[in-house]
């Protein structure tokens, strides 16, 4: 695997290939030496054009974890005014050696310029462009799922079957794209639940079901229910009426948590917004996957670049 | 025969020419004769003592192309285009005369800017330069250009446009229109709800929603258009839709025009043939303004085209330096350059699909242009004393579209890596040869 | 050229019963034994010894695996695999006699890789080498402790195992 670019190009066997690489990396984690020798001598850049405290130390422990030098390079603000400096930027770390180049970037599509652009011979990994993708995301996700259904029998399983709720707002969100394109390459049933006015439109090719009442969707007894952080630049963009209207009838309180089979997973890309999109109760609840999530983003991430790090077949 | 190209670059000293055998839009075969910027004589075995003979057997004749809607970017964007430039790729694509929008900076405005750009065509010889001028002042669509003073000035404007903008207030909008009309001039509105397309990128729709590019709904053109036919029938003036580019708008057109209102429009080639699946991998080479829609829309405005709902088709010729393209999509300008390639993308999407014959487009390249535009010694239907602009094109031909086929200063077509069918071999900008057996003829300064 | 079978499946089963012997032998006993085997074959080979061993000494020997994908020095040059689980038994190896099972001896590089990772997991008193086949052209200071066939060969020729659970039969070819 050359780049990580999106999980809309993962076949169903390369995806599961990830997530059984991801459980060997995770068996690692486990051990008293957490730490591989795999990429040594490789450096991985973190290029990240947009502030993520949490994907970035995600992804720098991965590569650590991997024994690969890493440089972050924080580049927020420098770039889209001014779109020479991508090429720019990804040039002169190329020039100093980067062999993965880890882009997140508020554009949808700079990484994939950036691949097959012609400037760099790196890696490219998408770590979350713009409204479009975020892959990583989407592979710890599915990862952490299959773990809670499967267990340790997880090895070369899909999610045939398993119905998930993905919940908030789609149309801004690349966690939204990235889960809809794999969960359903791995056989799962999504339904996409949100207000019509951050619904995309044109989505009526996708492999899901939309709804727009949550209560209504969470009656099927899901097996999962993915809740979306809501960026607090929505909130006052007229995307609906008030903060208070969005919590009540979008978020996943405590009554409607309460009212959930025990057996339901309630999955949170993080940053939460406690109280809002989700209530403290289910986000603390032996349901949630919040944590698991978490640090099946370092076993997920250490996948991705041993992959792409070593050209790996898929 | 050795041209000298000072003295081929005077009509009045230029070598008489016999188009031998070419093909007339309606079929008929015959020698054409081109003498002091004219056509003088039809038929057929013409005598050729002393002019020069050019064998047209197998070649379209049609009367010079005129392009409705160019951006040559000078004054102030003489890195990815001059006026010289620019013409000289008009004079490669068979075109003949140009519209220069408005969007210069500084914005032509004024008389004194539209003059300047005037003589600056003059100057180049490759392609009569029409000057567009603004709707409204710098284009910020706040007060009125000096639109009396343009239409009087030596470039005597007749077409007022604020593209890339739209004239969004409709109180300014129904202003320019009553003004425009005393002088019979028309206003060219880019049709876009600024509301409706904010952050906007590519077309609204499935590729937009995968690709999490902000959406360019087509009702945010479609709005305006329904609008601004109303404004034109409630003021009597003259409307001219620029790069129509949905089906939805291809109906409005077709309801105004039966209701009677003067309104024209035009498609783009890149409307013709290219659907937003080009947005795929993000080559910002395929990033316009109005953007590339779905092949539904392709379909409409072809059969819009077709029935004469859609009066013209102009290039919306829009070059851009290489740092404006290969950028990230959001960065990255809108625009693409298409006077080279024109001619080609309307046979390969509207004459070799059967939608129309060489009759009508000779009409929608030339003829209807040149009279929206006011555009005077040009698009005349090629018989004896109509003006010697005239394009020679091979419609058997096939190219491999690259960047040897752009004659402007900038490289973003769309086309480049596509074959393309049909080449334009010889262009006659007023009985000057500028186009030469396919290849662009050195004119010199005058 | 055609492949030359070396070893037929009754040649691998004697090879295997006498390594069990000599390992019983050398280590006294089944007890604080763990066999590992290095994927994929090894690891096949290891549930065999395993059970040899189990026969022989008259009690359980546990027996797991260890990948050491992650811990070759040429993944640019071979990057073709993906990484195998490595399973090791409850007791784990500390202190213990880890023997580590392997079809094919070569270039010695893939045991290095075995010694490194199993570094990473645990400190076993002693660590001993079985192989299938010792090929020759050793590149560093590794030989193995117990040997099915030592086999001399050219470095452009190639040694095929194949085993009955992979395979559908046990032999050893050279091409």
């Known amino acids: ?314 | ?446 | 050229m055609a492949a030359r079978t070396v070893l037929q499946q009754a040649d691998i089963a004697r090879a295997l019963t006498r390594i069990a012997h000599e390992i019983l032998e050398s280590a006294r006993g089944v007890d604080d034994l763990v066999v590992l085997g290095i994927p994929t074959r090894g690891t096949e080979l290891a549930a065999r010894l395993a059970a040899s061993l189990a026969q022989i000494g008259g009690s359980d020997v546990p027996v797991g695996s260890l990948d050491v994908t992650m811990y070759r020095d040429d993944l640019d040059r071979n990057p073709t695999r993906g990484p195998a689980p490595t399973e090791i038994p409850a007791g784990g190896i500390d202190g213990k006699t880890v023997v580590l099972v392997d079809d094919v001896l070569y270039s010695g590089r893939t045991i290095r890789s075995a010694l490194d990772a199993l570094a990473d997991i645990g400190r076993p008193a002693v660590v001993r080498l079985a192989v299938l086949v010792d090929r020759g052209h050793r590149e560093l200071p590794i030989r193995p402790d117990f040997v099915g066939k030592n086999l001399p060969t050219a470095r452009s020729e190639r040694v095929n195992v194949r085993l009955e659970d992979f395979d559908g039969i046990d032999e050893v070819t050279i091409l």
């Open chain 2, 1 to 446: 025969m050795t041209r000298t190209p000072d003295r081929l670059a005077d009509p009045r000293t230029a070598h008489p020419i016999i188009v031998r055998g070419a093909q007339l839009s309606d079929g008929e075969r015959t020698d054409i004769r081109l003498e002091g910027g004219r056509v003088v004589e039809l038929g057929s075995s013409l005598d050729a003592r002393g002019a020069e003979t050019i064998d047209a057997d197998g070649l379209i004749a049609l009367p010079g192309l005129v392009d409705l809607h160019t951006h040559l970017r000078q004054p102030g964007g003489e890195g990815s285009e001059t006026v010289l430039t620019g013409t000289r790729a008009a004079a490669k694509g068979g075109f003949t005369a140009v519209n220069a929008m408005a969007n210069t900076d500084p914005v032509a405005d004024t008389a004194s800017v539209v003059e300047q750009v005037h003589a600056l065509g003059v100057a180049s010889g490759y392609a009569t330069v029409r000057p567009i001028g603004a709707v409204t002042r710098g284009l910020r669509g706040e007060q009125l250009a000096d639109i009396g003073a343009m239409a009087r000035s030596s470039a005597r404007v007749r077409v007022f446009s604020d593209d890339g903008i739209c004239v969004s207030d409709p109180l300014l909008m129904r202003r320019a229109l009553e003004y425009i009309r005393t002088f019979d001039g028309v206003l060219a509105q880019h049709a876009q709800e600024p509301r409706l397309t904010e952050g906007a990128q590519l077309n609204e729709g499935a590729v937009s929603a995968e690709l999490g590019l902000a959406g360019w709904p087509a009702v945010a053109e479609e709005s305006i258009i329904a609008r601004d036919v109303l404004l034109a029938e409630h003021t009597g003036a003259r409307l001219h839709v620029c790069h129509l580019s949905t089906a939805g708008s291809v109906d409005v057109i077709r309801w105004a025009k039966s209701r009677g209102i003067r309104v024209t429009a035009e498609v783009t080639p890149h409307h013709l043939l290219l659907t937003d699946e080009e947005a795929r991998g993000y080559d910002a080479r395929f990033k316009v303004n109005p953007p590339l829609r779905t092949q539904a829309d392709v379909e409409a405005v072809r059969a819009g085209l077709a029935d004469g709902t859609i009066d013209i088709v102009a290039t919306d010729h829009a070059p851009h330096g290489a740092d404006a393209k290969s950028c990230e999509w959001n960065a990255a300008a809108n625009g693409m350059v298409g006077l080279e390639s024109a001619l080609s993308v309307v046979q390969s999407t509207m004459v070799d699909t059967g939608l129309i014959g060489w009759t009508d487009v000779e009409r929608v390249l030339s003829i209807a242009p040149a009279r929206i535009g006011d555009v005077t010694g040009h698009g005349e239907p090629i018989a004896v004393g109509s003006s010697a602009s005239i394009t020679l094109f091979d419609p058997s031909a096939r190219i491999d579209f690259g960047v040897e086929q752009l004659a402007g200063k900038s490289r973003n077509s769309p086309y480049l890596g596509r074959s393309l069918p049909g080449a334009v071999r010889w262009t006659f900008h007023g009985g000057v040869v500028t186009v030469a057996d396919g290849a662009l003829v050195e004119l010199g300064e005058k």
């Open chain 1, 1 to 314: 695997m050359k780049h990580l670019l999106s999980t809309k190009d993962l076949s169903r066997d390369q995806a599961i290939h990830i997530l059984d690489v991801t459980e060997d990396m995770a068996a690692t984690q486990q051990r008293e030496v957490k730490k591989l020798p795999t990429l040594r001598g490789k450096t991985v850049v973190n290029l990240f054009f947009e502030d993520s405290t949490r994907t970035r130390i995600s992804f720098e422990a991965a590569a650590k974890r991997l024994s690969a030098d890493v440089i972050s390079f924080a580049a927020k603000g420098s770039s889209v005014s001014k779109g020479e400096s991508l090429q720019d930027t990804a040039q002169t770390l190329e020039a100093i050696g980067a062999d993965v180049i880890v882009v997140r970037h508020p554009v949808s599509g700079a990484p994939e310029l950036l691949a097959r652009s012609g400037w760099i011979d790196a890696s490219v990994l998408n770590a979350g462009d713009g409204t479009h993708e975020h892959p990583t995301q989407a592979l710890l996700d599915a990862f952490t799922l299959r773990r809670r259904i499967h267990g340790d029998a997880s090895r070369g399983k899909g999610l045939d079957g398993v119905r998930v709720l993905v919940v908030g707002d789609i149309l801004h969100s690349r966690v939204a794209r990235s889960n809809v394109w794999l969960l359903s390459t791995l056989g799962a049933e999504v339904t996409l639940v949100g207000p019509p006015t951050l619904m995309p439109f044109g989505i009526d090719a996708w492999p899901v079901d939309t709804s727009f009442d949550l209560d209504d969707a969470l009656a099927s007894k899901p097996d999962a229910v993915m809740m979306l952080r809501v960026q607090s630049e929505r909130m006052n963009a007229a995307y609906f009426p008030s903060a208070r209207e969005y919590s009540t009838l979008w978020g996943l309180s405590a009554a409607r948590f309460g009212a959930l089979p025990e057996t339901t997973v309630v999955m949170h890309p993080g940053p939460m917004n406690r109280g809002f999109e989700i209530a403290s109760v289910a986000a603390d609840s032996p349901q949630s996957t919040v944590l698991e999530q978490v640090s099946a983003g370092v076993s997920t991430r250490m996948a991705a670049l041993y992959l792409t790090a070593t050209g790996a077949d898929l």
